[in-house]
């Protein structure tokens, strides 16, 4: 079964950018779509974006003009580029696969912080 694993996080001060990377492990992402998601302290987990085998992505409203992603089919990892992070943009962000087994990540934190 295929594991994901996410990196790249940390602090950053408004403004700035980080990117994240998720990489799978014991399998390929195949044909499924892929996605972030993040959670914030006391919040739901919230959808930030998707992206298909073909590269064609979809973005929660919060992140349109500021987060990228992207996909690596040849090495199984895809990528969150985001830019002028917001205080609000604090959360851990989870690498998921849908499909019918879902997969998720164990998650990376990001702070965005003065």
């Known amino acids: 079964q295929v594991q994901l694993m996410e990196s790249g996080g940390g602090l950053v001060q408004p403004g700035g950018s980080l990117r994240l990377s998720c990489s799978a492990s014991g399998g390929t992402f195949g044909l499924n779509v892929l996605g972030w998601y993040r959670q914030a302290p006391g919040a739901q987990r919230e959808l930030v974006g998707t992206i298909t085998r073909d590269k064609t992505t979809a973005y929660a409203d919060f992140v349109k003009g500021r987060f990228t992603l992207s996909r690596d089919n040849a090495k199984n990892t895809i990528s969150l580029q985001m830019n002028n992070l917001k205080p609000e943009d604090t959360a851990v962000y989870y690498c998921?696969?849908?499909?019918?087994?879902?997969?998720w990540g164990q998650g990376t934190q990001v702070t965005v912080s003065s």
């Open positions: 998921h696969r849908f499909g019918t087994i879902p997969t």
